[in-house]
């Protein structure tokens, strides 16, 4: 027997969906449609998270995911760090480069979780918090090959210098985690054996995309 639910609270999560997942945001009139509602319910529900800062309104009238969302995210991330570092940790003393979880937050990349190899003479000192745009690195990268990619071919992306001179780099989507993008990634200033690093990249990228659906 299914567990009852609150059909607003239920609209409400939905429509927050809508518009994360339409960049150009929507008119009333669209989310009244999109969630099957008559145009009075769909004003209410807006004008309620309106006022809590979860939706905006642009220059055009058109809605938007509010910045209210951020803080709700950064309440997160410390349970994503818990949940990959244990990965990272065994990615990065197996490769002997720096890991690290990025995640997306809007078109940046954010470094999330970094993890330094202990046996190396040297690595890349990759810092928490750092940012950069998605279509550039590795990390970034990989986030957006995570959006046309099939979860069932996972791949990885490989680049060379375009984030600090001579740093290579290789990560791979987190796939399959609903609500969202990341990737997992090493840096080095050394040679990258894309061919022996890939996979094991791709593993960790798996196993902490398990641990996130299974938390």
């Known amino acids: 027997m299914p567990a009852e639910i609150s059909q607003t609270l239920d609209r409400g999560v939905r429509l927050l969906g809508l518009l994360a997942a339409a960049p150009d945001g929507l008119t009333v009139t669209e989310t009244a449609a999109r969630l099957d509602v008559p145009r009075t319910v769909a004003y209410r529900l807006v004008s309620t998270l309106e006022q809590h800062a979860l939706v905006r309104r642009d220059g055009r009238g058109r809605l938007h995911v509010g910045l209210g969302v ?33 995640v997306a937050e809007g078109e940046e990349a954010l470094a999330l979780a970094v993890v330094e190899p202990s046996w190396t003479d040297f690595h890349v000192g990759y810092r928490v918090g750092s940012r950069h745009p998605l279509g550039q690195g590795a990390a970034g990268r990989a986030i957006l ?52 690093v890939g996979p094991r990249v791709l593993d960790a990228a798996l196993e902490v995309a398990e641990r996130l659906r299974t938390a």
């Open 70 to 102: 951020l803080h709700l995210a950064s309440a997160v991330q410390p349970v994503l760090r818990d949940l990959a570092a244990p990965v990272l940790r065994s990615l990065a003393e197996a490769v002997g480069c720096t890991a690290h979880l990025t």
């Open 145 to 196: 090959l995570g959006r046309d990619r099939d979860p069932e071919r996972p791949s990885w992306c490989a680049t060379s210098g375009e984030l600090q001179a001579g740093a290579r780099g290789l990560a791979a989507p987190v796939l399959g985690v609903d609500g969202l993008e990341a990737s997992v990634g090493i840096v080095t200033l050394g040679d990258l054996d894309a061919d022996r």
